[in-house]
């Protein structure tokens, strides 16, 4: 087996819990990388930093890569490359672009994702139009290979109106419920921007519907960009 492909075996493995970032990062400097090596710890880092505010409580990571032939046969890019991605980042399969300014070669890659969580799911058969009681629910681990509102805690679920029948062990998302959302697709809402050193709030229009703790899209009225950004109170989300 080619180091190459040592590389790509370790990166298609289980990358432990929320600190996985970190601690992979740790691991393969422990080997010296090749090119294909780096360009899959940046992807794997992009992808890391998302999940963990889309997901916020304990997950396993899994990505798998899968890089263009023609990334061998490219002259070696003497500044760093730059990777991205044109739509947002998510889980399921994604295609990448890898671009060196230096040498002006663009190639692709694409990666295939899926994680890991303690969710709600059902512990007996609930019929449509029925409430949610604390009996009802239970956590479970279940493995999302695409994106999915699931629920983390029981009083996100309790009471909430069943929109179908559910069968025993069924994974409750957002979709299974007549819900009060606490920021509304398309209404407005306040964007706030928050780190160490300042606070900063603006208008936005939330792109999706969500409960408080969800991470949804908006759009900054005044820049117009498209956003992630956590619910954390009812019309308020924050970007991190």
Known sequence: MSSSDMVLSTLATVIGLCSVGSVFAN????????????????????????????YPQQYQLEVKQRFSKALNKLPSCSGVEQVSTKSEIKLGTQKWSIHCPSEGWTTAATTTSRITVQAAITTRAIKKGERL???????????????????????QLVGSKVKRSLSQGELLTTSRFYLDYDVEKGLPVNVVYRSKTFSLQTQGTALESGLIGDTIAVKNNQSGKRLRAVVIDSHVVQVY
């Open 27 to 54: 691991d393969i400097k422990q080997q010296p990388l090749t090119r294909q090596g780096r360009l899959s710890i940046a992807i794997e880092n992009q992808i890391e930093q998302t999940m963990r505010y889309r």
């Open 133 to 155: 009681s604390h009996e009802d629910v239970t956590f479970q681990s279940v493995t999302l290979s695409k994106d999915q509102k699931v629920f983390f805690e029981p009083n």
